[in-house]
C-alpha cells in the first residue's frame, strides 16, 4: 500500500491510499524473468555474472579467492534429438536438482575451516552459487579463501551426484558432466577470462574422455586457442567448400579387382596443409557441425556417383561413415534417404559405416534404425569391429551386412600371435553370421598373404593404394571396367569385378 496526508484548511485530512500490490508483484515478476532460469529455477547468466564480478571486487579486496566451475553435459543434444526437448527440459530440472543437493551438502560447504567472508561482509561457511548459463551448461561459483583443493572437491562432488541413472519418460538415462575450473587470482584477475579459461578447461575435459574434470593452466589455454582457432577455420572451409571426398579403393582379396570404396572426407588448409581428419572430425562432432557435414559428403558422393553412371562406368559400391551423433537422430532414414533418392541412384551402392560405439549407445533404438535403413536397401557395417564392446547377442540381432576389422589388430598379424588370432576368429565369427568381412590398414604383402589365407574377402590399405581425389578414383574405375568387359559379354559366369549399378 502507499498513501499521501494531504490537510485543508478545515483542518480536515484527505488520505490518498493506491493499492501497488500488483505493480510490486509484476516487478517481481520481471526480476525473476531477468535474473532466473525460467525452466529450472536456478540463476541465469545476467545473475551469475553480477555475482561473480561482485565477489571478485570483494576477492581483490580482501586478499580472498574465487573459484569458477564451469559445467556442461556431454552429449546432452543427443537426448534432445532422439527422444525430444519435453524429454530433455525435464531431465535439465533433475539435474538442476542434483546440482543444488550436492553443492547444498559438499564437503567443501560443510568444512569449518574454510572461512568464508561473504560479499555482503558476513562471515559464513563457503557455498557454492549455481546457475544454469545455457542449454545443458552451469556454473559453480565458489568464494573465500580457498585453494583449487576445494573447487576440485565440488567438481568431485558434482560428478558423484550425477553418477546414478536417471529415470525420465520409462528410460534409464545417463548423463555426464565435463567440468572445467578457473581460480582467481591465479588463473584470471576478471570474470571474463575467468569465464574463458574454465571453459577451455572444460573443453579440455571432454577431449580427455568426458566424465572428468579439468583445473586450467597454461598449457590448456594454448590447446584451447588452437581448437578455436580450428573451430572457426572448419567452420569456414565448409562454407566456402574447401573440405573434399577421397576414395579409398576396397579389393578382392583374391583376384585384387576392385569391388568398391570408403569416401573419406580431407582439409587441405592453405596455411596448413592437410589437417588430421581425427583432430577435425573430432571438432565437428563438438560443435554440431559434423550434422551438416555428414550430409554434405553423402550429397557429394552421390553427385559424384551420376557423374561415372553418366560416363558408362560400373558403378562400385561406396562406404559413407555415420557420425554418432547423426546415427541416434530420430529421422536419420529420412536424411540418408533423401539425396539418394534425389540423385535417383539405388541405395545398394552405399554401405553406411557405424562403429561398435556408435550403436551400443543405445542398442534397441540403434537395432530400430539399422533396420528402418536395412528395409530402405542401404548396406549395414561395423567399422573399427574388435576395439568396442558389441554384444555378440547383438550382433546376431543387428540386421548387418559387414564386419571391417580394426587396422590396430591388422598391423602386427605377422608378430603378434594375439593379433592374429583376433584376426583368424572375426573371420571366422563373420563368416559363420554370413557377414562379409573388410580388412583396413593393410600395408605389407605379408598381412595381405595371411588374410588371403584365413579366406578375409575384402582389404583395403596403402599396399594396394591410399585415398585418392574422385579423378583418379575414376581412372581405376576406367581400368576395371575395361578388364570387366570380355566377362560381362561372356554371360553370368563372371566373378570379380565392380559391383554393378
Known amino acids: 500500500m502507499s498513501g499521501r496526508y494531504l490537510p485543508n484548511a478545515t483542518g480536515q485530512v484527505l488520505t490518498i491510499v493506491r493499492d501497488i500490490t500488483q505493480r510490486k508483484e509484476t516487478e517481481a515478476h520481471i526480476h525473476r524473468l531477468a535474473y532466473f532460469d525460467a525452466l529450472t529455477g536456478l540463476p541465469n547468466r545476467e545473475w551469475i555474472g553480477e555475482y561473480l564480478s561482485r565477489s571478485l571486487a570483494y576477492a581483490s579486496a580482501h586478499h580472498g579467492s574465487v573459484a569458477l566451475l564451469y559445467v556442461d553435459l556431454d552429449q546432452f543434444k543427443r537426448i534432445n534429438d532422439t527422444l525430444g526437448h519435453d524429454t530433455g527440459d525435464a531431465l535439465l530440472r533433475q539435474v538442476a536438482g542434483r546440482l543444488r543437493d550436492a553443492l547444498a551438502h559438499s564437503s567443501v560447504a560443510d568444512d569449518p575451516s574454510v572461512p568464508v ?107 584451447a586457442l588452437k581448437r578455436l582457432s580450428l573451430e572457426m577455420e572448419l567452420r569456414r572451409a565448409f562454407e ?168 590396430s589388430f591388422v598391423a602386427d598379424i605377422g608378430a603378434d600371435a594375439d593379433d592374429a588370432a583376433i584376426v583368424r576368429a572375426i573371420i571366422a565369427l563373420g563368416h559363420n553370421l554370413n557377414l562379409k568381412i573388410v580388412a583396413e590398414g593393410v600395408e605389407t604383402a605379408a598381412q595381405l598373404q595371411f588374410l588371403r589365407t584365413e579366406g578375409c574377402d575384402t582389404v583395403q590399405g596403402f599396399l594396394m593404394s591410399p585415398a585418392v581425389p574422385a579423378p583418379a578414383f575414376v581412372e581405376l574405375l576406367r581400368t576395371a571396367s575395361a578388364r570387366a568387359e570380355p566377362a560381362r559379354a561372356a554371360g553370368p559366369k563372371r566373378t570379380g569385378g565392380l559391383f554393378a549399378g
Open 240 to 407: 566456402n567448400s574447401q573440405l573434399q571426398v577421397y576414395y579409398q579403393p576396397k579389393y578382392d582379396t583374391r583376384s585384387l579387382n576392385v569391388v568398391g570404396a570408403e569416401a573419406l572426407l580431407r582439409w587441405f588448409h592453405a596455411e596448413r596443409g592437410q589437417i588430421s581428419t581425427a583432430d577435425f572430425i573430432a571438432v565437428a562432432e563438438e560443435t554440431g557441425l559434423i550434422g551438416e557435414i555428414g550430409r554434405w559428403t553423402l550429397r557429394q558422393v552421390c553427385r559424384d556417383l551420376s557423374e561415372w553412371r553418366g560416363q558408362g562406368l560400373i558403378l562400385p559400391s561406396i562406404a559413407v561413415n555415420v557420425s554418432g551423433r547423426e546415427f541416434m537422430r530420430p529421422d536419420i532414414l529420412v536424411r540418408t534417404s533423401e539425396a539418394v533418392e534425389r540423385a535417383r541412384l539405388s541405395p545398394s551402392l552405399f554401405e553406411l559405416e557405424l562403429t561398435e560405439g556408435v550403436l551400443m549407445q543405445d542398442a534397441e533404438a540403434g537395432r530400430r534404425s539399422l533396420l528402418a535403413l536395412k528395409e530402405f536397401g542401404f548396406a549395414l557395417a561395423v567399422d573399427d569391429f574388435g576395439t568396442g564392446y558389441c554384444s555378440l547377442n547383438y550382433l546376431k540381432r543387428f540386421p548387418l551386412d559387414t564386419l571391417k576389422i580394426d587396422r
Open 117 to 223: 567472508e561473504g560479499v555482503g561482509g558476513a562471515s559464513e561457511r563457503l557455498r557454492g552459487q549455481l546457475a544454469r548459463v545455457g542449454g545443458d551448461e552451469f556454473i559453480v561459483v565458489l568464494s573465500g579463501k580457498l585453494g583449487p583443493q576445494h573447487a576440485e572437491q565440488a567438481a568431485e562432488r558434482i560428478l558423484s551426484a550425477l553418477a546414478a541413472p536417471f529415470l525420465q519418460g520409462g528410460y534409464e538415462l545417463v548423463v555426464t558432466p565435463s567440468i572445467g575450473i578457473a581460480v582467481f587470482p591465479d588463473h584470471g584477475t576478471d570474470a571474463q577470462s575467468l569465464l574463458k579459461n574454465a571453459d577451455g578447461a572444460m573443453y579440455e575435459a571432454k577431449a580427455s574422455g568426458r566424465n572428468q574434470f579439468r583445473v586450467y593452466n597454461n598449457t590448456l589455454n594454448a590447446r
